[in-house]
């Protein structure tokens, strides 16, 4: 039988690099944005236009509109194919005459614009806050929910409690890591923090808990069954029992994700990009990280309780 669990450390390692290189891109974020993540106007408040023209234009020549009206520092963005031309801009909050002159200033330096089509919405700073408060304690009652439900459903397990635990680890490993790729598309592509991406992480950590409940409920079904097997054997066992169903869902929908993301709109990409990343992280995590380090924090506590005996 093919020992997984035997090789833990090398898998500790690796994430291990991968969770440092993903703090470093944030920390380049902060020092470049003041930011980790570049936090878009659903959370700090702001203005955002979306403009469909009559003819091809550039974003260097949408800004440059915007800085002609007062508006400094828009984020331009295509939006749909590059034949739709569409473009997005995010501003900070702007003024209903603001917003009268940069929609004249666009006609007349750019083209004539699509009226069906054009949408302007503004978020107020104190919105904005609120949103983000709530997206926070969101995952902070999910991590919450998550121990507490783990714990529930194997509490006739000895040590229950480390299942959960065990679980948040690899979840917040799959999280560092979703973030550290936002980051690094931020710095890159301009990609930013929007409710989209709220909705992202919580799916990530719905998926983190999903492989790894499969895996911990076979160990909780094959102790009695393998009583005179190490708990590490039997971790092992339930591994290779398991990982080629999880492994075949979670291909499926990675599939339909990069499907997405070659073929879809160009403003649902980074919700999807940032889902897939998460899903990978976490098909990784669950076989590799949190059920491990399960392991290895139960071989440890069973040598501090021989030692103890011994003493």
Same mark, same amino acid.
């Given at each position: 039988m093919f020992n997984i669990v035997e090789e833990r450390r090398w898998y500790f390692l690796a994430s291990?690099?991968?969770?440092?290189?993903?703090?470093? !891109?944030?920390?380049?974020?902060? =020092?470049?944005?003041?930011?980790?993540?570049? &936090?878009?106007?659903?959370?700090?408040?702001?203005?955002?236009?979306?403009?469909?023209?009559?003819?091809? +234009?550039?974003?260097?020549?949408?800004?440059?509109v915007f800085a002609d009206v007062g508006i400094e520092g828009p984020i331009v963005q295509p939006r749909g194919a590059p034949e739709? %031309?569409?473009?997005?801009?995010?501003?900070?909050?702007? *003024?209903?005459?603001?917003v009268g002159a940069i929609l004249g200033a666009l006609r007349e330096q750019i083209g004539e614009i699509n009226e069906d089509t054009l949408l302007f919405d503004t978020v107020a700073p104190a919105v904005g806050s609120e949103v983000a408060r709530a997206a926070a304690?969101? &995952?902070?009652?999910? *991590?919450? =929910?998550? !121990?507490?439900?783990?714990?529930?459903?194997?509490?006739?397990?000895? %040590?229950?409690?480390?299942?959960?635990?065990?679980t948040v680890v690899g979840m917040a490993h799959n999280l560092i890591i979703t973030f550290g790729f936002f980051s690094l598309m931020g710095i890159l592509a301009g990609w930013e923090v929007d409710?989209?991406?709220?909705?992202?992480?919580?799916?990530? &950590?719905?998926f983190s808990v999903q492989d790894v409940i499969v895996v911990f409920d076979r160990i909780r079904e094959n102790i009695p069954r393998h009583r005179r097997e190490p708990f590490?054997? !039997?971790? %092992?066992?339930?591994?290779?029992?398991?990982?080629?169903?999880?492994?075949? +869902?979670?291909?499926?929908?990675?599939? !339909?994700?990069v499907a997405v993301i070659l073929f879809g709109g160009a403003t649902i990409k980074p919700f999807i990009a940032t889902i897939l990343v998460g899903m990978v992280s976490e098909t990784y995590s669950a076989i590799f990280i949190a059920v491990p380090l399960l392991v290895t924090w139960e071989k440890a506590a069973s040598r501090?309780?021989?030692a103890k005996a011994t003493a």
């Amino acid at each position: 039988m093919f020992n997984i669990v035997e090789e833990r450390r090398w898998y500790f390692l690796a994430s291990g690099i991968v969770v440092v290189l993903c703090i470093a !891109v944030m920390v380049v974020s902060t =020092i470049l944005y003041g930011q980790p993540l570049r &936090i878009g106007n659903d959370f700090t408040g702001g203005s955002i236009f979306v403009v469909e023209f009559s003819a091809p +234009t550039s974003g260097d020549a949408i800004r440059q509109v915007f800085a002609d009206v007062g508006i400094e520092g828009p984020i331009v963005q295509p939006r749909g194919a590059p034949e739709d %031309n569409t473009w997005q801009v995010r501003t900070r909050e702007v *003024t209903a005459n603001e917003v009268g002159a940069i929609l004249g200033a666009l006609r007349e330096q750019i083209g004539e614009i699509n009226e069906d089509t054009l949408l302007f919405d503004t978020v107020a700073p104190a919105v904005g806050s609120e949103v983000a408060r709530a997206a926070a304690l969101a &995952i902070l009652v999910t *991590t919450v =929910i998550i !121990v507490g439900f783990i714990w529930f459903s194997f509490r006739r397990v000895p %040590n229950a409690f480390r299942y959960g635990i065990c679980t948040v680890v690899g979840m917040a490993h799959n999280l560092i890591i979703t973030f550290g790729f936002f980051s690094l598309m931020g710095i890159l592509a301009g990609w930013e923090v929007d409710a989209l991406f709220l909705t992202a992480v919580l799916t990530v &950590i719905g998926f983190s808990v999903q492989d790894v409940i499969v895996v911990f409920d076979r160990i909780r079904e094959n102790i009695p069954r393998h009583r005179r097997e190490p708990f590490e054997t !039997v971790v %092992n066992r339930s591994l290779l029992e398991t990982m080629h169903r999880s492994v075949a +869902t979670q291909l499926n929908a990675m599939f !339909v994700m990069v499907a997405v993301i070659l073929f879809g709109g160009a403003t649902i990409k980074p919700f999807i990009a940032t889902i897939l990343v998460g899903m990978v992280s976490e098909t990784y995590s669950a076989i590799f990280i949190a059920v491990p380090l399960l392991v290895t924090w139960e071989k440890a506590a069973s040598r501090r309780a021989r030692a103890k005996a011994t003493a």
